[in-house]
């Protein structure tokens, strides 16, 4: 039993499914709109995508009842702190993040990769080379944290969206985005050949990660779900899908 919807179309509903009140109430999966691993239908408020369908897959062998619901990335964040039996995705691990969740995964691999304007003559090969740069970014995004923490220069967008229109108006130098994400969102706003992409410098993990109040009974079956869904090629044949 599932629920896909997006948080811009419940009107402040619950997002916890429940059937009756001697039954468990539902995984609360929250995520953002991040193609192509997540994918948020504007107009159904439906949620699909690389990362997605391997959460679906690996809910219904759990067979645990689940909703998943799109959030900005800075509530759904919250939310996965804050609240029971939830959990947000794709998330990033990182050592700043560690402590925060219970982690379920590896879901998807993601290349951090650096944009610059078509017409820029200037050509940065490496993070150093970066230095007396701004680097765009947004709001409690790993890529932007990772800058943040090593004491570049950033200028935080809300949503990453916002940021190729704002690396074009010169609000800063260049974007860091997540190379599948920043290529998907120039293509959605065909600006593909005004900005491109020059290097990746990291890859990171990117995981199911959980309220810390889960059970870790729980989180070690689904690791184990995710484990097995490697070895009987699931999770291949959904990337492929995506690529």
Same mark, same amino acid.
């Given at each position: 039993?599932?629920?896909?919807?997006?948080?811009?179309?419940?009107?402040?509903?619950?997002?916890?499914?429940?059937?009756?009140?001697?039954?468990?109430?539902?995984?609360?999966?929250?995520?953002?709109?991040?193609?192509?691993?997540?994918?948020?239908?504007?107009?159904?408020?439906?949620?699909?995508?690389?990362?997605?369908?391997?959460?679906?897959?690996?809910?219904?062998?759990?067979?645990?009842?689940?909703?998943?619901?799109?959030?900005?990335?800075?509530?759904?964040?919250?939310?996965?702190?804050?609240?029971?039996?939830?959990?947000?995705?794709?998330?990033?691990?990182?050592?700043?993040?560690?402590?925060?969740?219970?982690?379920?995964?590896?879901?998807? @691999?993601?290349?951090? %990769?650096?944009? +610059?304007? #078509? $017409?820029?003559?200037?050509?940065? &090969?490496? =993070?150093?080379?970066?230095?007396?740069?701004?680097?765009?970014?947004?709001?409690?995004?790993?890529?932007?944290?990772?800058?943040?923490? @090593?004491?570049?220069? %950033?200028?935080? +967008?809300? #949503? $990453?969206?916002?940021?190729?229109? &704002?690396? =074009?108006?010169?609000?800063?130098?260049?974007?860091?985005?997540?190379?599948?994400?920043?290529?998907?969102?120039?293509?959605?706003?065909?600006?593909?050949?005004?900005?491109?992409?020059?290097?990746?410098?990291?890859?990171?993990?990117?995981?199911?990660?959980?309220?810390?109040?889960?059970?870790?009974?729980?989180?070690?079956?689904?690791?184990?779900?995710?484990?097995?869904?490697?070895?009987?090629?699931?999770?291949?044949?959904?990337?492929?899908?995506?690529?």
């Amino acid at each position: 039993m599932k629920v896909l919807r997006s948080s811009f179309f419940t009107f402040g509903l619950a997002c916890i499914l429940t059937t009756n009140s001697g039954m468990l109430k539902a995984a609360n999966l929250v995520t953002e709109d991040y193609p192509p691993f997540n994918i948020l239908n504007p107009k159904t408020g439906e949620v699909t995508g690389m990362s997605t369908e391997k959460v679906q897959e690996l809910m219904k062998r759990a067979d645990e009842k689940y909703t998943i619901t799109a959030y900005p990335w800075s509530r759904a964040v919250q939310m996965a702190q804050n609240n029971a039996e939830t959990c947000v995705f794709s998330t990033s691990r990182t050592p700043g993040r560690e402590t925060f969740y219970k982690w379920v995964g590896p879901l998807v @691999k993601n290349n951090w %990769t650096i944009f +610059a304007r #078509a $017409d820029d003559t200037r050509h940065p &090969k490496s =993070l150093e080379e970066l230095r007396t740069y701004v680097i765009g970014g947004y709001r409690n995004d790993a890529v932007a944290e990772f800058f943040s923490l @090593k004491g570049f220069d %950033t200028d935080l +967008a809300n #949503a $990453d969206a916002d940021n190729p229109r &704002k690396l =074009l108006a010169g609000r800063f130098d260049f974007w860091a985005s997540g190379e599948l994400l920043g290529l998907n969102i120039l293509k959605q706003q065909g600006l593909t050949k005004m900005i491109v992409p020059l290097f990746t410098f990291n890859q990171v993990d990117m995981y199911l990660a959980c309220n810390l109040g889960l059970s870790q009974e729980k989180v070690d079956k689904w690791n184990q779900i995710l484990k097995n869904m490697d070895k009987d090629g699931t999770s291949a044949a959904i990337e492929k899908k995506y690529k």
